[in-house]
C-alpha cells in the first residue's frame, strides 16, 4: 500500500477546485451560442461584479427615465430578465411565471403549467444559454437598434445541431391596468416545451426526484454534483491501473528505473490520467453552462501536468547528478539545485498563465508586461548573472576545483568554495579571500595542485679557478647522481656548461623530480643540493662569491692534491673513451639509474639499499 497515492496528496488540489467553485457562486446564468462566444470563468466570475455596476447605472437612468410602476421590476428588459432568474434561482416557480407571457396558453390551463413551464425554461438557461444582463436595454422603449419590432427584444439565440435556431425573445405587454412591462414573448413561451425536450434532462428526469435538478450548490445542481462525485470515485482505481501498467511497460525495457519512476511519476500521472478520463465521461452527464466554463479552466488538468513536469524535471537532475559523480564532477552538482528551481519557476509560471487563459485573461497582454518586466530584472541582475555563469565556467571547464592549491593574479592559496556568486580562496596568510566568480574565471589561474611532477633546476656558479678538467668531472657526477636517483626523472635531463658570468662559470642543472606531493619535493630537492655540493667539493672546487662582495677574510685556498687527482681522473676517462660528454650513453644510464639510497646513510629512514 505504500505506493498508491495517499489522499493528502489531493487536498491542495482539491481546496483550490472548491475555491473556485466559491468564487463562482454567481446566479444560474447562460450562452447566446450563434452571437455570443462560450463564457469563460472570467466572464462568469465579473458577471456579478458587472451585474451590480449595472444595477448602480440602470438606477441612475431610472431617475431620468418614466419607468413603468411594476413590483416585480418588469418595466425595463434588464430587470424584467434579472427579476425571472433570481425568481428561478429560488425555486419560486411561481413568481417566475410572471415573467412569461402565458396568454396564448389554453383557457383550461392551470397555474401549476406555467410553474412547470417557468423551471423547464430555467433548466434550459442553465445548460445552453448565457444571458450576459449588461448588454440588455434598460430603456422602457426597449433596445431600438436590435432590427426587432419595437415591442420585442431580443435575450439570446440557441442552436441546436440540425441547424435551427431558437430566438429567446421578450415582449412587451400591457398588465390589467393598462402599463406597459416586459415578459418573455408568447412564441418563447410556446417553444419552451420543445426546448427542453432538446436540452433538458430526458430519462433521468424519470429515474432521480425532480428536486435533485433544482438545488444548486455553488451555482452547479446537486446532480452534477453527485454524478461527478461518483464518476471520479469510479474512474480513479482505472487510472491507477492505467499508470501502473505504463511504469510496469517501462520496467521491462528499463529494469534500473523502475523503482525511481514509480515514485516520482505514479502521483502526477495517475492524477493526469484521471483527469483526462473524468472530461470524457462528464462529457456524456451534460453540464450546465456553469459547469462546462469552470471546467474549460482544467484546474486539476494543469495541475496535474504541472506536478509532472516538475517530476520530470527533479528526475532529469536526479540522473545528470549520476552522470557528474560518474565523470568525477561532484563540485558541479551545486549548480543542479539552483539551476532546477529556476526551470520549475518557469514551468510553474507557465501553468499559472495556461490556467489563466483558459479562464479568459489576455495572455498576450500579460506575457508583454513581463517581457518588459523581464528586460528591466535582467539589466539589473547584470552582474549577478555574469558571475553564475563565471560558477558555471568554473564548474564545466574546471581551471581549478575546490581543495586545490593554485596562483591567481600576484596572489597564492587553496580554494575553498566556488559558490553561485563569489570564490572563496584561503592565502599563505590564512586570511580569505572571496573573488566574484566574473572576475576570477578571467584572470591568469596556475593550478599547481595539477602538477604530476616539480621542476629541479638550480645554476652552479662555480669559481673562476675551477679547471676545464675539474669542470668536466662535474658535469659528469652531477649527471650521474641525478640518473641514479630513484627520484628523478630519466627524461627531460640535463646538465650543461652554460657559459661564463661576471664572477663565475655557470652550470645549469635540469631535471624533473618524480613526485606531486609539495613537502616530499622539497626534501628530494635538499637531498639533491647536498650530493653536489659533495661532488662540487670533490672536485676540488667552489662555488663562487658573488664579485661585488667584500669580504676580509682570505679566499679559500685551491686545493692542489685533488685538483691533481681529478686531473689524473680525467685524464684515465679520456685514456678509456669513458669521458661521458657531450652525454651519458644509454646502456652507463640503465647501470647507474637507481644506485644510489634515498633517503640517504644517516637518516631514520635509511634501509641501506637503493629506493
Known amino acids: ?222 446532480w452534477v454534483w453527485v454524478a461527478f462525485i461518483v464518476l471520479g470515485i469510479a474512474l480513479y482505481p482505472v487510472a491507477m491501473l492505467i499508470t501502473r501498467s505504463i511504469i510496469y511497460l517501462i520496467s521491462r525495457f528499463r529494469p534500473d528505473l523502475s523503482e525511481t519512476i514509480a515514485r516520482l511519476f505514479s502521483g502526477p500521472v495517475t492524477l493526469l490520467i484521471w483527469t483526462v478520463l473524468g472530461r470524457t465521461a462528464g462529457q456524456a452527464v451534460g453540464p450546465s453552462i456553469v459547469v462546462q466554463a469552470v471546467g474549460q479552466a482544467r484546474t486539476i488538468q494543469v495541475i496535474a501536468l504541472a506536478w509532472l513536469v516538475i517530476r520530470l524535471m527533479d528526475f532529469g537532475v536526479h540522473r545528470v547528478g549520476l552522470n557528474l559523480d560518474r565523470k568525477g564532477l561532484i563540485g558541479a552538482r551545486v549548480l543542479l539545485a539552483p539551476v532546477a528551481s529556476l526551470l520549475k519557476l518557469v514551468a510553474l509560471t507557465g501553468a499559472v498563465l495556461l490556467w489563466l487563459d483558459n479562464i479568459g485573461f489576455k495572455v498576450t497582454t500579460l506575457l508583454a508586461g513581463l517581457s518588459i518586466s523581464g528586460v528591466a530584472v535582467a539589466l539589473a541582475s547584470q552582474k549577478s548573472i555574469e558571475n553564475v555563469f563565471g560558477a558555471l565556467t568554473l564548474y564545466t571547464a574546471r581551471p581549478v576545483k575546490v581543495g586545490d592549491f593554485c596562483r591567481f593574479g600576484d596572489s597564492m592559496g587553496t580554494v575553498e568554495e566556488i559558490g553561485l556568486r563569489a570564490t572563496r580562496i584561503r592565502t599563505l596568510e590564512r586570511s580569505v579571500i572571496s573573488i566574484a566568480n566574473a572576475e576570477f574565471v578571467s584572470m591568469h589561474l596556475d593550478n599547481l595542485s595539477m602538477r604530476d611532477r616539480f621542476w629541479f633546476h638550480p645554476l652552479l656558479q662555480l669559481r673562476y679557478e675551477t679547471t676545464s678538467d675539474q669542470l668536466r668531472y662535474i658535469l659528469i657526477e652531477v649527471r650521474k647522481m641525478l640518473y641514479a636517483h630513484p627520484k628523478v626523472l630519466g627524461e627531460p635531463l640535463h646538465v650543461r656548461f652554460r657559459g661564463f658570468g661576471e664572477y663565475s662559470f655557470n652550470v645549469e642543472v635540469f631535471c624533473y623530480i618524480g613526485v606531486t606531493d609539495y613537502t616530499e619535493s622539497l626534501e628530494i630537492a635538499e637531498d639533491l643540493n647536498f650530493r653536489i655540493m659533495d661532488i662540487v667539493a670533490e672536485a676540488g672546487s667552489d662555488l663562487a662569491f658573488p664579485a661585488a662582495i667584500e669580504y676580509q677574510l682570505p679566499g679559500k685556498p685551491h686545493d692542489e692534491e685533488r685538483a691533481r687527482a681529478v686531473a689524473a681522473r680525467v685524464k684515465e676517462w679520456k685514456a678509456k673513451r669513458a669521458m661521458y660528454l657531450p652525454n651519458f650513453p644509454k646502456d652507463k644510464i640503465a647501470e647507474v639509474k637507481g644506485s644510489l639510497d634515498y633517503p640517504p646513510e644517516g637518516s631514520p629512514q635509511h634501509t641501506g639499499t637503493s629506493a
Open 1 to 222: 500500500m505504500r505506493n498508491y497515492p495517499t489522499i493528502h496528496r489531493f487536498v491542495p488540489i482539491l481546496l483550490l477546485f472548491v475555491t473556485v467553485e466559491l468564487a463562482v457562486g454567481w446566479e444560474p446564468a447562460a450562452f447566446a451560442s450563434t452571437e455570443t462566444p462560450e463564457p469563460t470563468l472570467r466572464d462568469l466570475i465579473k458577471g456579478k461584479s458587472k451585474e451590480k455596476q449595472a444595477e448602480k447605472r440602470a438606477a441612475a437612468e431610472n431617475a431620468e427615465l418614466a419607468i413603468p410602476d411594476d413590483p416585480l421590476g418588469r418595466g425595463v428588459p434588464r430587470s424584467s430578465v434579472r427579476g425571472f432568474l433570481a425568481a428561478a434561482k429560488s425555486r419560486d416557480y411561481a413568481r417566475a411565471s410572471e415573467y412569461l407571457d402565458l396568454r396564448n396558453l389554453p383557457e383550461e390551463a392551470t397555474p401549476a403549467q406555467g410553474y412547470e413551464l417557468a423551471r423547464q425554461l430555467k433548466i434550459v438557461f442553465d445548460r445552453v444559454l448565457w444571458i450576459d444582463l449588461e448588454l440588455l436595454s434598460t430603456n422602457p422603449e426597449g433596445d431600438s437598434e436590435d432590427n426587432l419590432p419595437a415591442a420585442r427584444d431580443r435575450v439570446g439565440r440557441i442552436q441546436v445541431e440540425d441547424g435551427k435556431a431558437y430566438e429567446i425573445l421578450l415582449q412587451r405587454v400591457p398588465k390589467e391596468d393598462g402599463v406597459y412591462i416586459w415578459k418573455f414573448s408568447s412564441s418563447t413561451v410556446a417553444e419552451i416545451p420543445e426546448l427542453y425536450r432538446e436540452f433538458g434532462y430526458g430519462p433521468l428526469e424519470r429515474i432521480f426526484p425532480a428536486w435533485l435538478f433544482d438545488i444548486t450548490v455553488f451555482g452547479i445542481h446537486l
